[in-house]
């Protein structure tokens, strides 16, 4: 396998077994190894083991410092200050390790995939039948999808699971209201343009539900018929199921049309919405009161928490199941957290869904806890995502104070992205100029969307999104482009590592960073993090435009420069385009 050190770990290493070499009692001593300015990398870590120790710190880093063989990889190893080790890599190691990942036939530039992988259960993606999508279901979409690559990379089992919204007892308004109007939900246009049929699909069932709600509000014996049909559905009525599927799968064109516009992959088989679990409740019911998780509280089944408690000071439980019988969106998300553990074989189940249901999942996986479902093995995450706002900081909605429709603002995004690409093309066609609008705009969404952290809320602003200059996708596409357009340039001169050369300082800061990209990758993995990769890429990015500005290319001294230079822009592209696929985010070759 073509997993390649990087540089920074290869320095650590040797420091690790200088120091415990040097202090036994350091063994398993971190060395503290971080990027400087004044070195390549500096080492912290020896003043705390001088200090346990009762060491002198410089002393001791002198000593740690002729242990280090200096000559491959380090070139220079110095003491600085109280006790700092400042660290100088050679030209050659830094050349070499980018050959090395260069050379990585499976296009991982050297990344290794994780010693361990298990498999994880995201739950993301998950719009409500028959309601429209708005900027909320955004965020789940696009932090779930960039997770999901995230994880495949490091060579995570991952499932996908897209938990719809699909049952509950708006269903029987809507099925008798169709019952009673039966021509509703009949399409005018063929199904061949998706676009199209997904907003007619959407508009269809606004109406009908903007009809059935009007109907059920003034019209006692409507909503009479309406609460049976409820039961009817609970009871699995094979007519009222019909109907109701007509629901789900007219939503699904809609979900299906807006996915595609994100330039998102959805498979149909990983949908399981809530219905999916509907013969599993009883059961989850049964097993959480036979063990005492839950008990019965006037008459409806609950489960209490000593720190959990209203305004009232009243603990509020989890309500399982409802007295009338009825079960919830407790009672589905429980039964499929043993879907995922019993079934599926998940040691992780994370959640990318709404901070504002941090409660529900903190009383759902602590339920699960005490029922033993979940334990130090099988652990569930929800990975919380803030709100969205408007540019005056209040969560984002319409000037009429209504909630904005998630393709209302996808189409600004890319009719403003294809203005500005427009206005730089140089030789695009109008078709090419639509097809780049569209990633310029979608990845400039998403990578707005990735690059805060994601608990943290953020201002939609697409003027900031769009900007050439500055943290944006636009910013790293226009980066990869030039790169691209340089290496067309370049014709029949090729792309080579020579490892003999000096290297200036904007070509080691470059070549530096980029032997990074697999541990960032790795890292954000890990912590369920984006926006350490995107973080991680607009220094790429920043840093190649620095190297562009001092070290000509195509105009380089000699020709062995010309090559090697061609090298390190070539390892930047490479590393931009998988960087930007692992966010969702398309690299167009021109702009
Ligand atoms: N459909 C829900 C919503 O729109 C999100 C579902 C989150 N997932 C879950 N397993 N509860 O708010």
Known sequence: MASVTSLSDSVQQQLASALSATLPEAADADPLLRRSDRADFQANGILALAKKAKANPRELATQVVSRVTTGTVIEDVEVSGPGFLNITVSDRAITENLAARYAD???RLGAPFATNPGTTVIDYAQPNVAKEMHVGHLRSAVIGDSVVQLLEFTGETVIRRHH??????????LIQYLDEHPHELDHKRSAEDTATSGEEAMSNLDRLYKAARRLFDSDEEFKTRARRRVVDLQAGDPRTLAMWQKFVDESKIYFFSVFEKLDMEIRDADIVGESGYNDMLAETCRLLEESGVAVRSEGALCVFFDDIKGPDGNPVPLIVQKS???YGYAATDLSAIRDRVFNLKANTLLYVVDARQALHFRMVFETARRAGWLNDD???????FGT???KDGKPFKT?????VRLVDLLDEAIDRASAVVREKAQDLSEEEIAERGAQVGIGAVKYADLSTSANRDYKFDLDQMVSLNGDTSVYLQYAYARIRSILRKAGDTRPVAHPELDLADAERALGLHADAFAETVAEAAK???PHKLTAYLYQLASLYTTFYDKCPVLRAETPAQIENRLFLCDVTARTLHQGMSLLGIRTPEKL
């Open 105 to 107: 036939e499976a296009g």
């Open 164 to 173: 719809i919204g699909d049952w509950g007892t708006q269903f029987g308004m």
């Open 378 to 384: 099988v652990t569930a995450f929800q990975l919380a």
């Open 527 to 529: 912590d369920f993090a």
């Open 324 to 326: 009338d019988g009825g």
């Open 399 to 403: 000037r009429a104070g209504e909630t």
């Open 388 to 390: 969205v706002l408007g």
